[in-house]
């Protein structure tokens, strides 16, 4: 075989090699999202369920992300009760992310969902603790299995963060810093978060975590006075029928579970 090598992957202790002269085989191990990356320098780790694949990224820090995103989908198989094979890719930098999930940027994103795979953005990912890193997971996750359809992105958001924050074994005033230091400054929020507090462009990261963590909050809010089984059946209701029909099931428009969740904030937080 030549010395001169396209592909290199690490499955299991498996070494696969091809020359670069030679065609990328359609390896059996791989799911169509993960095929085809990259030209070279893709390495592979396997754990329980999940895959993890990267791109000039050492095996021992692939072997720990496959470690976690198995355990991150069992999270999500005990909240939405489906069985999850978690694939996650790792770019070597957060321009090969973008790219890679068909997006401009991803400024302040640690990971995103695109279709069946998570796509990690490495230079964010690696500065959380190990409590971030599988909240992350199972939020990105929970996009993966639970899809988004055309939900409003507060409930998405908030929905996939309410799943990766349930085991995740954090004070609320914790896990919402950023929202907790404005409402003991007195601002409350007045609305959901838009999609504009979402925008990943790195012009306000601290208004994009508050995003999250409101968003958060209205899941949070619903499990904890309806039950999580209803907060997932709304879920998957706001998805076939809209989010009105979907809250008015329960009781609520959305101007009466904004008043409601804007006090559980406030009580959650002060």
């Given amino acids: 075989m030549s010395e001169q090598v396209s592909r290199r992957a690490v499955v299991a202790g498996l070494l696969l ?18 095929r085809d990356l990259w030209r070279d320098g893709v390495v592979l780790a396997r754990a329980g369920r999940s895959l993890v694949v990267g791109h000039h990224t ?24 489906r069985p999850v094979r ?11 992310a973008a790219g890679l999930a068909g997006v401009e940027r991803v400024d ?8 069946g795979r998570v796509i990690v953005v490495p230079e964010v990912f690696a500065r ?22 055309d939900l409003p992105v507060w409930l998405y958001e908030g929905f996939a963060d309410y799943v990766g ?18 409402v003991r400054a007195g601002r409350v929020p007045s609305e959901l978060p838009g999609p504009a507090a979402f925008a990943a462009d790195g ?15 209205a899941c949070r809010f619903l499990a904890d006075r ?24 329960l009781g609520l428009s959305v101007a009466t579970l904004t008043a409601r969740w804007r006090v559980y904030v406030r009580e959650q937080l002060t």
């Fill in 226 to 249: 309806f039950g999580e089984e209803t907060l997932v059946r709304f879920y998957r209701d706001a998805q076939a029928s809209g989010v009105d029909r979907a809250l008015s099931s």
């Fill in 86 to 96: 978690p694939l996650v890719v790792v770019p070597g930098s957060a321009r090969e």
């Fill in 108 to 115: 302040g994103l640690a990971a995103v969902a695109d279709g």
């Fill in 17 to 34: 090699l091809a020359p670069a002269s030679a065609p990328v085989p359609e390896s059996p191990l791989l799911p169509p999202e993960a």
């Fill in 203 to 217: 012009r306000d990261p601290v208004r994009l975590a508050r995003a999250y963590q409101e968003a958060w909050l």
């Fill in 58 to 81: 050492p095996p021992g820090t692939l072997d720990e992300l496959a470690r976690r995103a198995d355990t991150a989908g069992r999270r999500v198989l005990d909240v939405l009760g």
């Fill in 165 to 182: 924050y349930r085991d995740a074994g954090l004070p609320v005033r914790t896990a919402a810093a950023e929202l907790a230091d404005e």
């Fill in 128 to 149: 959380l603790n190990s409590t971030g890193k599988d909240v992350v997971l199972a939020h990105e996750l929970t996009h993966v299995v639970a899809g988004t359809g």
